[in-house]
DNA sequence: CTGAAAGCGCTTACAG
DNA sequence: CTGAAAGCGCTTACAG
């Protein structure tokens, strides 16, 4: 107790009192709000300086009712994916004077439940969520709490506005790159079952299947660690011990794409040679794959930027007119696809 | 405006109205602190459930002077280490009922800068850093500011508190594991040359090099992207140009190991055939990369449960005996390395 | 077992 | 161009 009144801080009322103005003077002076004359504002400074004063932030919101902090709700930190997101949200953030705090949801349900009750009770002016499990009531619970949000790779719901890429698109450009290359039989190993993005994507690959006239469909879902090595591991390994092997594999992830290698190179496999591969994200780790991964580009930058702007906007009390944003992706062929 | 105050949350004050007692009582049951009735208790709690009352965490900050909020300041979180630390973190501080706010550096040093002073200002109770460009200032800083702080495999002061692994003894174990299957060319990519943990790892590799009695010595230093892929790619592909290849490659990270993986492998050499790869930080990427790689696993969550314990210390006003805390590697031997 | 009062450090109208 | 006052929503002694 002694220590921390010893160590106390300026206050603005110390600023005040030094440079001889009120304490709304020194107010306008740090926030440069209303008029004040350049010698009372230098002499202001010269105390802000002599006291080391800094503006207490909690103060300020206190009076402010805002925060400048915004909530990043996410799956999975871990998973490239979502901390390229998150570093581009933070960047984006930090652009417009907001600083993010990190609710990693991991796979504990519970954990997504008590980082929602927190984002309602007022520490975060927005709330960013990347790809949790999507169920109806997290929606209705923001929209009952009134909190401003923003989905990227969730839910598409038309209450709350949403940013992903075209993961239909996306995987019929995945699946149709195959079928170009002469591939038939095509398997595709899946993120999750209940995951949107994971039914889009799979939905993207049956569809090109059906457009080029194919019956085989073949899909393996992760039954752990949703979008990562070992979901793409186990299901490779499952498909290697199946009479048909196909010819190429359609992965949700180049993270379940680089597992599957992984399961494809133990069982004296190449890709290309023996099977083809398609991943999806384009992540760093499939530019220096061996081979490297033929995948989809996520345009992450711009879904985190649409994501902030859409936020800023909401919480800013502006209703923004489109909200239900899709990106368009990109194909980039690399060394694991070859013609059949 | 109208907006806003239409939807104004219920305070402390409805709540004490709706029941019919003062806000301390309120206070108290919310809180569960002092002695109130169950028959009050009762009132209190159907109170708050039908006014949907939530406590302000920022009024709460406000008087309590503290905010329950560690501050995060990585140097990069899309890099696998650093998100598994974050996500360690946030885990550890969750089951303390602490929040995170990541503050992501990036190559940007200013951002960290910017972000010092923001932890100084009071937003959140204490900081934890993780391996941002070591300089001196940093700590001093810190120390004036009286900012609490713990480091993560940063630089080694004594008056901030320090969590690492062993680097000199963990490169160590990696040179040595090579030199015991018959290398005597072992050359040593590094991560930076001005990190710390980069130094320590190099002077790990020249120790045991030294012990028995190998003179060769040849340190590549990453010139951009610390730690990253392309760092090791680049400095493989260097490697590839000189005459003399070495028998095997420790390098200071797994991704730069992997990127060295795709340089040998346009070269069209083999690991661990043509040379042998040790990695450091036994990521996930270790084990699924082909062929497996043998690396040097650190004790991440360890890490992350030591720093957040010394940094609730810190912030509760004690002062942790041990403040300098180094733990022990493990070398993982995986398929990347060969007898020679 | 419960209430009245002060105050945390700011900002925001408003007055002069 | 500057100041006096109210108040944001809590918690903390203190009194009864």
Redesign the pocket.
Known sequence: MERLLAS??????DV?GLA?????????V??R?????????ERVWNAIEQLN????P???S????QTRLIGLLVLDITNPVHSIIASAVEACSFAEDYKVVLYNVGEDVQREREYLAAAAEGLIDGLIIVNTTDREDTTTFLKNEKVAAVLIDCLATTTIPTVAVDNVKAAYLATRHLIEQGHRRITHISGSATNLMAQQRQQGYEQAMADYGLTYRKVLVARSQQWHYRAGYESMQELLHDDGLPTAIFAASDLMAIGAYRAIAEAGLRVPDDVSVVGFDDIEAASYAVPALTTIRQPFAEIAAKAVSLLLQLIGGEDPEITQILLPPELIVRQSTREV
Chains 1, 2 share one sequence.
């Open positions: 106390k801080t300026a206050t603005m009322r005040a001889r103005v009120s304490v709304q003077t020194v107010s306008c740090v926030n709000t209303g008029t004040i004359s350049p010698e009372t504002r004063y800094r503006r207490d909690i103060a300020r206190m009076r402010t009712r």
